[in-house]
């Protein structure tokens, strides 16, 4: 099942489902031993814990109350632990007297020389960015990576959104995020604000949820199970014939990056219409080319728009495709004239997938990106009742039914010119198989930011270095036996 990232109300209701667990402070005890594991892990590895220093931010709730008793663990392995509480009188009493039983200190402010910083400023129910007193404590850290603390955020980093994963400014930036029995929205929305997210099971599970937006991520095992293998009775019929529309002899590079990477992606055969069919066959002799739609020949799903101009020619081959009962996934030039034009997608009944960028999402929806991704791409699927994948470094992909899939990619290699031909052709030929457009856009965007992470090996890449790596991709995510 694809791991399911909850709303704060959502995770509540988990909470309130353990019934004494909550009750009786099990769950708190759970989530603080959670945490203090996660510290000394990280203590452990890189020399022990005796002797160590950690610092701890101290709101008021319950978040301050799991960062207490999670520095009374810690001391009582010899840690030295310091809080500066920031509410002194609504601070977690119970975790404060067990911190302070431990050993554990306060201070107005955090040392110097410390190893490990813990912020339990606010959880789930914190609303916009630190107050100035926290925002000074966060804001005179060294980062890590050059020589400060360890930064380790309880629950979520405080000044993010729960729910929308808007980062506020200021905020904690955290290396690391230990969060309990189910991951949030934001620390899916908000990755790279959370470091490596660590789920510390406490006992509490997802609640059924069959209403609204439904945050989800694929696994890699779900990933490689889509991907489409030729099986004892198949052909190259069978196994999916993706026609891509994109390029032309004066601007032939997408494509040959998109039929590239459809031909890469496994499809049974891929077909291009358009005038760069010379150029495309001198770089993938196996794909069938064909100048006009007429001589096409029969697809199981379309790619159009990389490169293909938005003049009225292209307008009238764009409107021939979408008339169709085929899946299509619509891109670049295309979504431009689909934005003049809306009627030729919302008219569908046919599988339709939309892959715009912050730009081209704009220009559809009739307004920017705003902090809230989530809210947009959903509010845009559900309107057109389309598919809509929005790309950037968490590629979030919406289906009219208020599902959708996130992906995110670790880094922006694949922030690169022609980098989305190559996701039109993994997406295009994962429609082509027989993928749902929910399915097939978040299983190439997992790919196809894999790829770029390989290809760059920690240096910038083009498309073309992109697109070589999307089969060794494949390969590494498929490799479980079968």
């Known amino acids: 099942m694809p791991i399911r990232h909850l709303t704060a109300a959502g995770v509540r209701d988990a909470e309130r489902a353990a019934g004494d667990l909550l009750v009786n402070g099990t769950l708190m005890r759970r989530a603080s031993a959670g945490v203090a594991h996660v510290v000394i892990g990280e203590l452990t590895r890189t020399g022990g814990c005796y002797g160590r220093r950690v610092g701890l931010v101290v709101g008021a709730g319950d978040n301050g109350g799991d ?64 107050r100035p007193a926290a925002a000074d404590v966060f804001a005179a850290l060294i980062p890590a990576d050059a020589g400060g603390p360890l930064v380790v955020a309880v629950d979520l980093p405080s000044g993010v959104d729960a729910d929308t994963g808007v980062v506020h400014d200021p905020a904690v930036r955290a290396d690391i995020t230990v969060t309990f029995g189910v991951r949030r929205r934001a620390h899916l929305l908000a990755a790279p604000r959370c470091g490596r997210v660590e789920v510390i099971d406490i006992g509490i599970t997802a609640p059924p949820d069959d209403s609204g937006t439904v945050l989800s991520a694929l696994t890699d095992d779900e990933v490689g199970d889509l991907w489409p293998f030729p099986g004892p009775a198949d052909d190259k019929y069978s196994q999916g014939v993706v026609g891509v529309i994109a390029g032309s002899a004066r601007y032939p590079g997408a494509a040959i990056l998109a039929t590239g990477a459809a031909v890469a992606a496994t499809s049974g055969m891929t077909r291009y219409v358009g005038t760069a069919a010379d150029e495309v066959v001198s770089h993938h002799p196996e794909v069938v080319a064909a100048s006009s739609l007429d001589d096409a020949g029969r697809v199981q799903a379309w790619v159009v728009g990389p490169g293909m101009g938005t003049d009225d020619d292209a307008l009238g081959v764009l409107r021939a495709v979408l008339a169709t009962d085929l899946p299509v996934l619509v891109d670049a030039d295309g979504l431009t004239m689909v934005a003049r034009h809306p009627e030729l997608v919302t008219a569908r009944t046919a599988p339709t997938l939309l892959t715009p960028h912050a730009g081209e999402f704009a220009r559809l929806a009739g307004a920017d990106v705003t902090d809230d991704r989530l809210r947009d791409v959903t509010d845009l699927a559900a309107r057109w009742q389309v598919t809509v994948l929005l790309k950037g470094r968490i590629t979030l992909v919406a289906d009219p039914t ?57 240096a910038p890449i083009g498309a073309s270095d992109l697109l070589r790596a999307v089969r060794p991709t494949i390969r590494e995510l498929t490799a479980s036996p079968r």
């Open 402 to 458: 208020g599902s959708v899939l996130g992906n995110d990619a670790g880094a922006s290699w694949a922030a690169t010119a022609g980098a989305g031909d190559v996701l039109s052709g993994i997406a295009g030929a994962l429609l082509a198989a027989g993928r749902d457009p929910l399915r097939a856009g978040a299983a190439a965007a997992r790919v196809h930011a894999r790829a770029a992470q390989l290809a760059a090996r920690g």
């Open 67 to 130: 960062a207490l008793f999670a520095g009374a663990a810690l001391a009582r392995r010899g840690v030295a632990c310091v809080a500066v509480l920031l509410a002194p009188d609504r601070a977690h009493a119970a975790g404060l007297a067990a911190f302070r039983r431990s050993g554990g200190t306060r201070a107005d402010r955090l040392p110097a020389g410390l190893d490990v910083v813990i912020d339990g400023v606010v959880g789930i129910g914190g609303r916009g960015p630190l």
